[in-house]
Nanobody
């Protein structure tokens, strides 16, 4: 059974930092592209960052502030978020995409709130 579980969401002040983690089980983690998405109230879910092998890409709104990384030995992907802004407030979701056929799995999400 495939499981994708996010953790690390919290309430943080503007300018602060958080690290999100996403642990996947039941898959061959190394062949999956991993992505972080977010969805704010009333908005569509959007891609924040993705990592395929060693290649990363980011939404323009988070470039220079967020860093995605993965540890294939721990079946985990991380999102380091620095210089957080109130507009980063959202539920953050992790997605695992199997590269040969694009089969995908979503996590349940973790809430990030940036507020003073």
């Amino acid at each position: 059974q495939v499981q994708v579980v996010e953790s690390g969401g919290d309430l943080v002040q503007p300018g602060g930092s958080l690290r999100l983690s996403c642990a996947a089980s039941g898959i061959i983690f190394s062949i999956y592209a991993m992505g972080w998405y977010r969805q704010a109230p009333g908005s569509q879910r959007e891609l924040v960052a993705a990592i395929t092998g060693g290649i990363t890409n980011y939404a323009d709104s988070v470039k220079g502030r967020f860093t995605i990384s993965r540890d294939n030995g721990k079946n985990t992907v991380y999102l380091q978020m620095n210089s957080l802004k109130p507009e980063d407030t959202a539920v953050y979701y992790c997605k695992a995409v199997r590269l040969p056929d694009s089969t995908s799995y979503w996590g349940q999400g973790t809430q990030v709130t940036v507020s003073s």
